[in-house]
Structures are given as structure tokens and as C-alpha cells.
């Protein structure tokens, strides 16, 4: 058997490189090999990176040069009641637990307050309004003359486009291309029903058989997959607008007793704060997410179920409102662009399908993308739950003082 230390020997030696060490022993000895090259070199003592529970090989598709896992603490909010399009209110008779992991401390514990909220004025409602995953290559053609006419083709041969991209997949649908003029640049902004999948490299490997037929029939030129109009990874007002992912709003009328017994606060007090903070304040700044901490959850919810952390920039692009409604408060949270998926990527991992199954959708659902639209469902509703109780502890100033209590 290849021992690790003689694997880092070579490394050193300069024998071997580290990406290498895979091929020369199976996956949890090339990650040993990896961290005693590192601790040898930088000091570091490894021995917590390296206790992980589950074989390395589970990791080859997610990462490389694995020496080992962080662990981030998992906890989970609720129950709270969902009354979803495709979420049916988790497996649990009185509601969802939702499974959140952070290392910020009192962020469990507020969304779960809001949670306890949620629950007491008989839990929240959710839809996916939207759907489509977007891949948007930029062109090059001459002048605008070309590119009038590279658009008038795509318009007219959508069902070429259509047929090439699909026969890349069996499972991702081609809905539409519109595309977009800046002088000699033409970009195409593609956009799929990936089903249950996130669906960017499905996408993105369809897109590319698309421009193939592009360039073939065209005087175009294709510059990159990828122009950025997708928009991946970035703040961007076209997916504010036209979403990205799926677009998903969750809200709940809560009765004026639950807030002012359980959020020692009033419905005005709060409807009159989001105005200010989340509308006025996020307007002033030049902010495209008009809410208070959405992101919060977004990013606890990514960790705990294997979603592509880097696209909580896109998840956390949501607009939270309030009013008062017959005395009683009303509260949404709308997330224009929240990527997610029950298959793929992260979401194979053990400890990312256990979260998955704490909510009864880890794999494809049935029908198609019904697992998907769930998730992101229960993270609307987690989402409203923190927006909740932060705009409580603001409206009611507690909320020092409840970081002070728990200690953060």
C-alpha cells in the first residue's frame, strides 16, 4: 500500500505535483500526503481538517487537491408550517425544521424566534413564480447592420437553437433566447428549465452546442460562453429584474397579538422600519437587495444543503415589505435570483444529503424540478422568518441587548 508520507516525500522532491497524488493512491491517502506536504511546510497542525466522516472519493467532483473538510456547525429553526406550491410543510406533523450551518452566533436563534412567529399566526405561504437557469455568450459581428441580422436569425431559427442545445441533456428544456445590442457586441442571454438541478453546467454545455449553429449560419463570431449578462456570481440588476434561478416569494399575515406578545413590538413600528431601513435606506445607498439580512439565511441554508455558496451574491437580491393590514401585520420576502438545486454538485456529499433530507428533498422529484422549487420555497420561508425577527429587535431596540444575552 502507498504510504502518505512517502507520496509527500515526492511532492518535495518535486517528483510528483499535488494533483497528481490521486493517481498514485486511493483519495483519503493522497489527501494525508496533502496535509503532512502543508504541515511540514507552513507550520500547521492539520489534525481537525483531516478528522472528516466520510471517504474523500465522495469529494473527487467538488473539489481538488483535497487535504481534508472544514466543518461548519449545523443547527436547525423551526418547525414552522409551509404552505407551499411544491413544499408541503417538511415530513414533520407540525411543520419544516429548517437546516441552516454558520458560525455566527444568535443567527439560529433569531431565525428561529421568527419561525416561532411564523408558526403562531399559522405558518407562511410560498410560491416559485419563476424559473430558468441563464447562459449568455457575447458575439462579435461587424456593425450594427450584422448585428440587426444576427438578431432577426436568432428570432427566426429559435428552434434550431432549441434542438441543439437539448440534445446535449435529457433533462434541461431550452424556454428562450433574447438577446442584446451594444454596438458591434451581440449577446444572447439563453435561459433553461433544469429541472432539479442548479443547472449552470448544464447551461453552460448547451449554450456552447447552441453557438456552434450560431457561428455556422451567421457572420458572428463567439468572444466568450460566458459575457456576463448571465449574470453569474455578481450583483446584477437583470436578475433583480428578469431573475435567475428560480424567482420565489414567501409572506404571512400575522395577527397583532403575535407581534406584540412574541416580537414586543407593533405592526406599525415594523411596517414603518422596513420602509426607512429596507426601501429608503437600501435606495439611498445604491443597494440592489432591499431587505435586512436575507442573506443570512441564504448562505446557512446554501452550507446546510450543498448549494453553490458563491451564489448567495444572486440569493440574497431580494426586496422584504411590510404593511399593516385590518390591524394585523403583513410581511413578504421576494428573491428575484436564488440558485439552487436537489441534485449535483454539493448536494451529493453525505453530511450537504443529509440537510437535503431533513427537508424531504434530497434527488429529483416528482414531477421534475418539484424538489427544487420545494428548497427554494423553505428558503423563502426562512429567509422571512430572520427578516422578522431582526425588524422585531430593531423596532423593539433589543437587539444588542439579545446579542448581549447570548453571549456574542
Not at 58 to 75: D, F, H, K, T, Y
Not at 125 to 138: E, I
Not at 386 to 392: D, F
Amino acid at each position: 500500500m502507498t504510504d502518505a508520507a512517502d507520496l509527500a516525500a515526492r511532492v518535495r522532491e518535486g517528483d510528483l505535483r499535488l494533483h497528481e497524488l490521486d493517481d498514485h493512491a486511493d483519495a483519503d491517502v493522497a489527501a494525508a500526503a496533502r496535509r503532512l506536504l502543508v504541515e511540514s511546510e507552513t507550520g500547521a497542525t492539520l489534525s481537525a481538517v483531516g478528522d472528516y466522516g466520510f471517504p474523500a472519493e465522495r469529494a473527487e467532483s467538488n473539489i481538488e487537491n483535497m487535504l481534508g473538510a472544514v466543518q461548519v456547525p449545523m443547527g436547525v429553526a423551526g418547525p414552522v408550517p409551509v404552505d407551499g406550491g411544491a413544499a408541503d410543510g417538511g415530513d414533520g406533523d407540525e411543520g419544516a425544521y429548517l437546516p441552516l450551518a454558520t458560525t455566527e452566533g444568535a443567527l439560529l436563534a433569531s431565525v428561529n424566534r421568527g419561525c416561532s412567529a411564523l408558526s403562531a399566526a399559522g405558518g407562511a405561504n410560498a410560491r416559485v413564480l419563476k424559473s430558468g437557469m441563464t447562459r449568455a455568450p457575447v458575439f462579435r459581428v461587424a456593425d450594427v447592420i450584422e448585428a440587426e441580422a444576427l438578431v432577426s436569425w436568432v428570432r427566426d431559427n429559435t428552434d434550431r437553437l432549441i434542438e441543439a442545445a437539448e440534445s446535449t441533456t435529457s433533462h434541461g428544456e431550452l424556454l428562450d433566447v433574447t438577446p442584446y445590442v451594444v454596438g458591434n457586441s451581440v449577446y444572447l442571454r439563453f435561459r433553461y428549465d433544469t429541472k432539479d438541478a442548479m443547472g449552470m453546467n448544464m447551461a453552460t454545455i448547451a449554450t456552447e452546442a447552441a453557438c456552434d449553429v450560431v457561428e455556422e449560419e451567421t457572420e458572428a463570431d463567439l468572444v466568450a460562453l460566458s459575457g456576463n449578462l448571465c449574470t453569474d456570481k455578481k450583483p446584477a440588476a437583470i436578475n433583480a429584474i428578469e431573475g435567475r434561478g428560480r424567482s420565489v416569494t414567501a409572506d404571512v399575515t400575522i395577527p397583532r397579538e403575535v407581534v406584540e406578545e412574541r416580537l414586543h413590538t407593533t405592526p406599525e413600528d415594523i411596517a414603518e422600519l422596513n420602509t426607512r431601513k429596507n426601501l429608503v435606506g437600501s435606495a439611498k445607498a445604491g443597494s440592489l437587495g432591499f431587505n435586512a439580512h436575507v442573506a443570512n439565511v441564504v448562505a446557512a441554508m446554501f452550507l446546510a444543503t450543498g448549494q453553490d455558496e458563491a451564489q448567495v451574491v444572486e440569493g440574497a437580491n431580494a426586496i422584504t415589505t411590510a404593511e399593516v393590514r385590518e390591524d394585523d401585520l403583513y410581511l413578504s420576502v421576494s428573491l428575484a435570483s436564488l440558485e439552487v438545486g436537489t441534485v449535483g454538485g454539493g448536494t451529493k456529499l453525505p453530511t450537504q444529503a443529509e440537510g437535503l433530507d431533513v427537508l424531504g428533498v434530497r434527488g429529483g422529484g416528482d414531477p421534475a424540478g418539484s424538489n427544487a422549487d420545494a428548497l427554494a420555497e423553505y428558503i423563502a420561508v426562512g429567509a422571512l422568518a430572520g427578516e422578522l425577527s431582526l425588524l422585531s429587535a430593531l423596532a423593539s431596540r433589543h437587539l444588542s441587548s439579545a446579542h448581549a444575552e447570548l453571549g456574542r
